[in-house]
């Protein structure tokens, strides 16, 4: 079970994720409209200090081909990609794409499962980062491939054994649902249970 630590905003951010091991760690880029958007100079310098076994994720929503290349230029392993995007963005040369979908534009899974620089699928509710759950048997009528295949949408340490239970996704991604009470940053006692409870379902 993947498990991915979404939102990184600081050098304790990173202490917490590297303390407790996810598979990824997501920054939020080109995003000013989220609480949790970072510049690039702060994305390159937490990176410099995670962990080599934890993934790197950009998060973005509609990225330019420019702003996908500032990403790898910051030393991201890979790039999720929320909103409208251009082709050549999706077929970028420069990062591998996670593909985020938000409920609403689920007719569109089957032209991406063709595109070979997409490596894996978050699927979200309709507002991502809100920390709303939605309809997971929305989810049941979608092939499963080769491509990672990640819950997001509501998640927290209470939560994510049900939902992988229901859903026996490859991975789950949480933000809001493993932040300090006052919304200040990843709470490390949080962070901790839920990556327990996410991978001690699929052992069961």
């Known amino acids: 079970m993947k498990v991915k630590i979404c939102g990184i905003t600081s050098a304790e951010d990173i202490k917490i994720v590297n303390a407790c091991k996810p598979d990824f760690a997501g920054f939020v880029m080109f995003f000013p ?18 962990d080599k076994n934890i993934l ?4 973005t929503v509609s990225p330019t081909l420019e702003q996908v290349k500032t990403a790898y230029d910051c ?3 890979c790039i999720q990609i929320h909103g409208e995007v251009e082709e050549d963005v999706l077929s970028n040369p420069y990062l591998k794409v996670i593909r985020a979908f938000n409920v609403s534009d689920l007719e ?3 032209e991406y499962r063709m595109n ?3 490596v894996g699928y978050v ?12 309809d997971w048997t929305m989810l049941e009528r979608l092939p499963r ?4 295949f990640m819950l997001a949408g509501g998640l927290n340490p209470e939560t994510v054994a049900k939902a992988v239970k229901a859903v026996k996704p490859d991975g789950v991604d949480v933000s809001s649902g493993v932040e300090n009470s006052d919304g200040s940053g990843k709470d490390f006692e949080k962070v901790k249970e ?4 996410a991978r001690s379902e699929i052992k069961q």
């Open 75 to 77: 030393g991201f392993d």
């Open 123 to 134: 699927f979200d509710a309709h507002e991502p980062g809100s920390g709303k759950t939605f």
């Open 33 to 50: 409209k989220s609480k949790r958007n970072i510049s690039p100079e702060t994305a390159k310098s937490l990176i410099e200090t995670l």
């Open 145 to 148: 491939d080769d491509k990672l």
């Open 108 to 110: 569109k899974f089957d």
């Open 116 to 118: 070979t620089n997409i």
């Open 194 to 197: 839920f990556i327990l409870s």
């Open 56 to 59: 790197s994720v950009a998060v």
